[in-house]
């Protein structure tokens, strides 16, 4: 039996291809909201898998109708539209961005043998907690993101005081309780720990705080809407304390927030799948039809190829026989050549450093 459909769950259909499509897929992210911007990542990416598969034939000679869902990074909403993409009879979802949504909604999927790859939910308790073996994730984990940034943090940053900050989202307290654990392991001992409200404008009491115990380097747990302002408040408080932080400031959004108190911000991220060469032409058909590329809508792109090509292995997209193709299956994206672990965790290389510059992220150069 199907879940009842709860209220409030959002989604839209889109067609492309065939108007006689035979097998449907969704993704699901934050298409409204403060971080509506990683939902049109998502949406971009599944759009143009989805346009670039059909128009090689599909998958096993079947046309992908793709299905949009907003859960707005809300775990009860996340739920709902997990609960209507069940009823509706999806096959596979591309989703769901943060790990507070996507931890949730993988126990709606699982038991509903729907396979579930998201491209974004990094905190280690999505996979390690996993509900069924048809949860998997093309993105790294947080554990791994915090050992590259608290050893950088310690090796880096000796002599200045190194605070951190998060904003209780499972991804956010996630990556800073782990880049802070590696940090301390590496001798670093944190000049504060503290907890913001999300969503909130003003954030000078904690400013005037970090200012007060004479911060150097602030660490923070969560997403480019907060840290935008926080790294804006700070400047005009005449701070120049460095601001870093996780995968989540990967959005052009972060500068339009802080401009150029936004310089020098640095931030880890899986290197640049827009650099592989294997993701030139969908980069460029992003571009020209005016989408983004950046962020997670080549991870996105790539969770679809992973699927679609476990289809074909599989000769079926019914649950059990995929679920065993991407147990055992090395498959060719734009993120490069890929396999799962036993847990559903990606085998790619792990995190690197970028630092904002005049408006845009790329590589740290040391």
Not at 21 to 32: E, L, N
Not at 56 to 81: F, S
Not at 213 to 239: C, N, S
């Amino acid at each position: 039996m199907k879940k009842t459909l709860l209220a409030g769950a959002a989604l839209s259909l889109v067609m492309t291809g065939s108007a006689w499509a035979d097998i449907t897929i969704a993704t699901v992210g934050p298409m409204t909201g403060q971080y509506a911007s990683f939902g049109a990542q998502m949406r971009a990416g599944a759009e143009q898998a989805v346009a670039d598969i059909n128009a090689a034939g599909g998958v096993n000679g079947e046309m992908l109708k793709l299905e949009v869902g907003d859960d707005a990074c809300d775990p009860k909403q996340a739920v709902a539209v997990a609960n209507q993409l069940a009823g509706s009879g999806v096959a596979f979802v591309a989703g769901h961005f943060c790990s507070g949504s996507s931890i949730p909604a993988s126990q709606v999927y699982a038991d509903e043998e729907i396979v579930m790859i998201s491209p974004a939910s990094t905190n280690p308790a999505f996979t390690d907690e996993r509900p069924g073996e048809g949860i998997f994730r093309v993105c790294g984990r947080d554990d791994q993101q915090g050992d590259v940034a608290g050893k950088f943090l310690a090796e880096q940053f000796p002599d200045k005081k190194v605070a951190f900050i998060h904003d209780k989202t499972a991804y956010g307290k996630g990556l800073a309780d782990a880049t802070m654990a590696t940090y301390e392991a590496a001798g670093g001992t944190p000049a504060l720990y503290e907890a913001y409200t999300a969503g909130e404008k003003d954030y000078t009491a904690l400013v005037s705080k970090l200012k007060q115990e004479g911060v150097g380097v602030l660490y923070v747990g969560g997403y480019y809407t907060e840290a935008g302002l926080i790294a804006r408040q700070m400047r005009e408080q005449g701070m120049d304390t460095i601001l870093v932080s996780g995968d989540a400031l990967v959005a052009d959004e972060y500068w339009a927030i802080t401009g150029e108190a936004g310089e020098g911000t640095l931030m880890t991220f899986s290197p640049d799948p827009r650099k592989n060469e294997v993701a030139k032409p969908v980069v460029d058909a992003l571009l020209a039809a005016g989408k983004t590329a950046e962020g997670y809508s080549l991870y996105t792109y790539a969770a679809i190829q992973a699927w679609a090509q476990a289809v074909e292995t599989a000769g079926s997209s019914d649950f059990d026989p995929v679920v065993q193709a991407l147990n055992d299956g090395d498959f060719e994206t734009v993120l490069g050549s890929l396999e799962f672990d036993e847990k559903g965790d990606v085998t790619l290389p792990g995190y690197v450093f970028y630092e904002w510059k005049d408006g845009k992220y790329d590589y740290l150069e040391q």
